[in-house]
């Protein structure tokens, strides 16, 4: 007899049903038939093959109801919230935003430091869709979608990145034109922050910011990173500096 559950789960405000078997056939029986699925792993089941499955735990009994939604969000193409600051929400990217990234990556001023999105808009939504498969659900963390709370309005993007040659996770910003100096991105970014170091585990955090961009410059400084060790980026000079948490 093979374990079978639905458990409830409460997903902006409505009651949603996430199912758990030890059994991979029933598992691929319900996830094609639309279901969320997870997978209880267990000594009894270990000849089975469950390597098409994102989510196993051992102890379906104990499942947090935070666990659940993230589970839930991921199996049904649903972003998790990240977290809120006064003003913002910052939560995992969507494919719906790459519009939104356009207009604002169609200001000048953005990509005069800022490498520019693919020339194609489906070429950056299938970048998008990659992103999340690869990167979200493997590492729980990337660079994430900032939102503004009292209009619901894409006015950004910041969060944490891996940047290949060094040990430390990156943090990196962009605020469109219309939104900024208003303090957006200090306040967002102070909070990507403190999650970084409470839910992430970073005591350590770098950034590389052009030698020439004094705005971003001025608030790395505000936000308590240090050094300004000079690299090159290609053809362009950064200042590299540190922050301990």
């Given at each position: 007899?093979?374990?079978?559950?639905?458990?409830?789960?409460?997903?902006?405000?409505?009651?949603?049903?996430?199912?758990?078997?030890?059994?991979?056939?029933?598992?691929?029986?319900?996830?094609?038939d639309g279901?969320?699925v997870l997978?209880?792993?267990?000594?009894?089941?270990?000849?089975?093959?469950?390597?098409?499955?994102?989510?196993?735990?051992?102890?379906?009994?104990?499942?947090?109801?935070?666990?659940?939604?993230?589970?839930?969000?991921?199996?049904?193409?649903?972003?998790?919230?990240?977290?809120?600051?006064?003003?913002?929400?910052?939560?995992?990217?969507?494919?719906?935003?790459?519009?939104?990234?356009?207009?604002?990556?169609?200001?000048?001023?953005?990509?005069?430091?800022?490498?520019?999105?693919?020339?194609?808009?489906?070429?950056?939504?299938?970048?998008?869709?990659?992103?999340?498969?690869?990167?979200?659900?493997?590492?729980?963390?990337?660079?994430?979608?900032?939102?503004?709370?009292?209009?619901?309005?894409?006015?950004?993007?910041?969060?944490?990145?891996?940047?290949?040659?060094?040990?430390?996770?990156?943090?990196?910003?962009?605020?469109?034109?219309?939104?900024?100096?208003?303090?957006?991105?200090?306040?967002?970014?102070?909070?990507?922050?403190?999650?970084?170091?409470?839910?992430?585990?970073?005591?350590?955090?770098?950034?590389?910011?052009?030698?020439?961009?004094?705005?971003?410059?001025?608030?790395?400084?505000?936000?308590?990173?240090?050094?300004?060790?000079?690299?090159?980026?290609?053809?362009?000079?950064?200042?590299?500096?540190?922050?301990?948490?």
């Open positions: 007899m093979c374990y079978f559950k639905k458990l409830p789960v409460y997903v902006e405000g409505q009651t949603v049903e996430l199912c758990i078997t030890d059994n991979a056939d029933r598992a691929r029986k319900l996830r094609d279901q969320a997978v209880y792993f267990h000594e009894g089941n270990g000849n089975q093959d469950f390597s098409d499955f994102i989510f196993a735990v051992e102890d379906p009994e104990q499942l947090e109801q935070e666990y659940l939604e993230k589970v839930y969000r991921r199996l049904k193409g649903l972003p998790w919230n990240i977290l809120e600051t006064e003003r913002c929400l910052v939560r995992e990217t969507m494919v719906e935003d790459v519009d939104s990234f356009y207009r604002i990556y169609n200001d000048p001023a953005i990509t005069k430091y800022m490498e520019d999105l693919y020339p194609e808009v489906e070429q950056e939504k299938q970048y998008v869709k990659e992103y999340i498969e690869k990167i979200y659900t493997y590492y729980e963390f990337g660079v994430w979608t900032v939102l503004e709370k009292e209009s619901g309005e894409v006015i950004g993007r910041a969060g944490f990145s891996c940047r290949e040659g060094y040990a430390e996770p990156e943090l990196g910003f962009i605020i469109g034109v219309p939104w900024q100096r208003k303090g957006y991105a200090e306040e967002v970014c102070r909070a990507i922050l403190k999650f970084g170091r409470e839910e992430l585990g970073f005591d350590r955090v770098q950034v590389l910011v052009e030698t020439e961009n004094e705005p971003s410059l001025k608030l790395c400084r505000k936000l308590g990173f240090e050094g300004e060790e000079k690299v090159m980026l290609g053809e362009r000079e950064h200042y590299r500096m540190l922050k301990y948490q």
